[in-house]
């Protein structure tokens, strides 16, 4: 699928959600929803799949979201389904976080590292940054095997590196101009 129509499909989500001042309530729903296609990716392929009809696809999203989401995010999830859009919801939903972050002057950054970060230390990274840019700063964090311990964090074009990799690199520079 076209990755500006999901762009758009999210942006337009978002444009609603600031005319029916429901930001706040369309953000919670967004991240519910993924929360439960992550959970369940059977959810997901059972929406995007063309040999399930119609009706059961309608009762499946009634029966996991009616009384839990706004009605327009309800007819939202509906479009994407129609528009065979759902399987790529992922892509919908981080367009439509960085859309809100973006709203809110939030800074959005990403952490490369080997290894899964804790919860803690993610807040924690957070924090310190946030203090830093005096504005809140948000992580996504990617694993990368080719950091070699350590971090490298990108906000905006600045990369702050925390890596083994990085720190050996700065010795053999100094040797090499030393010789």
């Known amino acids: 699928m076209d990755h500006s129509l999901l762009k758009h499909y999210a ?11 429901k930001v706040e309530v369309f953000q919670k729903d967004i991240n519910l929803i993924y929360g439960v296609f992550q959970k369940n990716k ?4 059972f929406l995007s799949s063309p040999m399930v009809m119609k009706k059961d696809k309608d009762q499946l999203v009634d029966n996991a979201f009616k009384d839990k989401v706004d009605i327009a995010s309800l007819g939202f999830l509906q479009v994407l389904i129609k528009k065979k859009a759902i399987a790529y919801f992922e892509k919908v939903y981080k367009h439509f976080e960085h859309l809100y972050h973006e709203n809110q002057g939030i800074l959005e950054g990403r952490v490369y590292t080997p290894f899964e970060l804790s919860e803690d230390t993610l807040h924690k990274l957070e924090e310190v940054f946030s203090k830093k840019y005096q504005k809140k700063v948000v992580f996504r964090v990617l694993i990368d095997k080719k950091v070699i311990a350590g971090m490298k964090i990108y906000i905006d074009d600045t990369l702050y590196d925390y890596s083994i990799d990085n720190k050996l690199n700065q010795v053999r520079n100094k040797l ?3 010789d």
Do not use: C, H, P
């Open 176 to 178: 090499i101009v030393q």
């Open 42 to 45: 059977e959810a997901a392929k």
């Open 11 to 21: 942006q337009a989500y978002f444009s609603l959600g600031k005319e029916k001042n």
